[in-house]
């Protein structure tokens, strides 16, 4: 066997027990780089006749082409092996039983449970859903809400504001879900009864006050709706809400600018415990504010106060998750600890 032959048989062997790319990029250096056993090969032609060069050159030109290609089969080979060693390790085996631990699931936020159980509460008794932007205008989140210029709720310090656009309107981030039931009352003939569930933005944040929290507000408006479907309504909802077959209500004299008579509702509990129980005791929480619609505010929704009434409510859902639930502080809904949603979750 000729040396080009044997130095052929050997390179050869040396490509195929390249078993990684770094291995088999040795053996290229080795043969093929500056100083490799091949280009030596070839610096020795110089040396020779013309009919040696010519034989021995062509022999050399085999050689380094048989080399090339066996080192671009291997490199193929060696990829393509990676490639499925990683689809082995990587495979999901989608057949396999779900995982045993809950805690190893997914899990719906406490704040989006009570959101699911509020609105079905409310859909069972004919109530819909309605949206709208968290980011208002000046106009749907105060004005047509009958608050005065002026009024506090408009300032910095409770509201965020954002930079004026180009027509100089300042939008804001809605301090409440209301201005959705105005653009419902524009957009929508009576008999109105909807819920709306949603984010709202306020300059706050304490144990049980957060810049971002959750409201359902509601709000039903027909030819004829008075106090007393008001109180049924609520009423309703918290003996399916808190589980009792008979709660008592307190309505006190309040004021909001879009409601008129206003009321604060509180209910009546047990708080002598660690958790609060709804349906006894002789203690009173609040849960919610309501009122009859101002006759304004249906102005605004295009709607004539002396042939439409409306009344609307507005419930904090994190406190009332809270105090369901009993949790001693709000942050805790928005830190995403696992453990705390392994616990409520
Ligand atoms: C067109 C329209 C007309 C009336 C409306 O009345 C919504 C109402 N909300 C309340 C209320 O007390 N809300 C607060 C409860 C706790 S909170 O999350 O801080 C907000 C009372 S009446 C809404 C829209």
Not at 259 to 278: A, H, L, M, N
Request: glycine share 6%.
């Amino acid at each position: 066997m000729s040396d080009i032959d044997q130095l052929n048989a050997s390179l050869l062997a040396e490509i195929a027990a390249a078993d990684d790319e770094t291995a088999l990029e040795a053996v290229r250096v080795s043969a093929l780089g500056k100083k490799g056993s091949v280009s030596e090969l070839l610096k020795t032609l110089g040396a020779m006749t013309p009919e040696e060069r010519q034989s021995k050159g062509a022999a050399i030109n085999v050689l380094k082409n048989a080399v090339t290609e066996a080192l671009t089969a291997r490199k193929t080979t060696l990829r393509q092996a990676a490639i499925d060693a990683r689809l082995k390790a990587e495979t999901v085996d989608v057949s396999l039983p779900v995982r045993s631990s809950p805690a190893e699931r997914g899990r719906i936020h406490p704040i989006s449970q009570i959101v699911d159980e509020i609105t079905a509460i409310f859909a069972d008794m004919g109530f819909s859903i309605a949206e709208g932007p968290d980011i208002e205008t000046d106009y749907y989140n105060f004005t047509a809400l009958n608050f005065p210029e002026g009024h506090p709720a408009r300032e910095m310090h409770d509201t965020f504001f954002f930079n004026p656009d180009e027509n100089g309107e300042r939008k804001v981030l809605r301090t409440h879900t209301s201005p959705v039931q105005v653009r419902t009352m524009e957009a929508q003939t009576p008999p109105i009864r909807i819920i709306i569930p949603g984010k709202t933005y306020r300059q706050d944040s304490d144990a049980t006050h957060s810049p971002m929290f959750h409201q359902v507000e509601g709000l039903v408006v027909d030819k004829k709706a008075n106090v007393a479907n008001l109180r049924w309504v609520l009423e309703e909802f918290c003996k399916t809400f808190f589980e009792v077959n008979s709660v008592t209500m307190r309505f006190r004299p309040s004021f909001f600018p879009f409601t008129e008579p206003s009321f604060e509702v509180d209910i009546q509990c047990d708080r002598s415990g660690p958790i609060v129980k709804f349906g006894e005791g002789t203690d009173w929480m609040e849960i919610l504010g309501c009122g009859m619609v101002h006759p304004n505010v249906l102005r605004y929704g295009g709607l004539d106060p002396d042939e439409y009434q409306g009344f609307a409510w507005g419930m904090g859902l994190d406190r009332i998750a809270m105090l369901k639930y009993g949790m001693p502080d709000l942050r805790d809904f928005f830190n995403a600890d696992v453990r705390w949603m392994t616990h409520y979750g």
